[in-house]
């Protein structure tokens, strides 16, 4: 499967999620995985060694769990069994809470802004990252919530300016707006 969809970082106060369009590729399989792996294209995995961007091919795993574990965090959870992606959540390490759930650490400041959405919204935002021409009717029944609920969060999501529509309701596309530069959080 081919897709243009971003990588997606989603924050939440006890985890981040990084979700990647598209699942295991070629000879990696859920039942191997992270023992076995594959590339989609070779050319340029050898290409980022031979620059120095990669110094061993298939340690990343590996070395993302022993750089959590030096840093007090719990290891990375990874969701292979997606069809139509690849999920991994890192869980925030007791040592970067306060005990009422305030961070203490890694405040969203600079170029970076912080958006609140619901969990119904970032689902959406979900199922329109995969199919851009997603209708509200498939959209409620994938999500099991009422039609109109949906459309309610949909127009407080369009009034924020997180996400339009184009064309009509049964050939037009959905477009996520927020830019890369922002964080989301779940409330």
Do not use: C
Not at 178 to 184: A, S, T
């Amino acid at each position: 499967m081919q897709s243009n969809t971003p990588l997606r970082f989603y924050e939440f106060a006890s985890h981040l999620e990084i979700l990647n369009a598209g699942g295991l590729y070629g000879n990696a399989r859920p039942e191997n995985f992270p023992s076995v792996n594959d590339y989609r294209n070779p050319l340029v995995a050898s290409a980022m060694k031979t620059l120095g961007y990669v110094n061993m091919f298939n340690r990343g795993v590996g070395q993302v769990q022993t750089d959590l574990k030096e840093n007090g965090n719990q290891p990375a959870e990874f969701n292979v069994n997606l069809i139509t992606a690849f999920k991994v959540d890192v869980r925030v390490s007791q040592s970067y809470t306060k005990e009422d759930g305030g961070k203490t650490g890694g405040k969203v400041g600079g170029d970076v802004a912080l958006i609140e959405m619901t969990d119904i919204q970032k689902s959406i935002i979900d199922l329109i990252g995969v199919d851009a021409s997603i209708s509200i009717d498939l959209m409620a029944v994938k999500m099991a919530v009422k039609k109109r609920t949906l459309e309610r969060e949909i127009a407080k999501m369009k009034q924020k300016g997180y996400i339009s529509r184009t064309g009509s309701p049964r050939s037009g596309k959905w477009e996520v707006i927020i830019p890369y530069n922002y964080v989301i959080e779940i409330v």
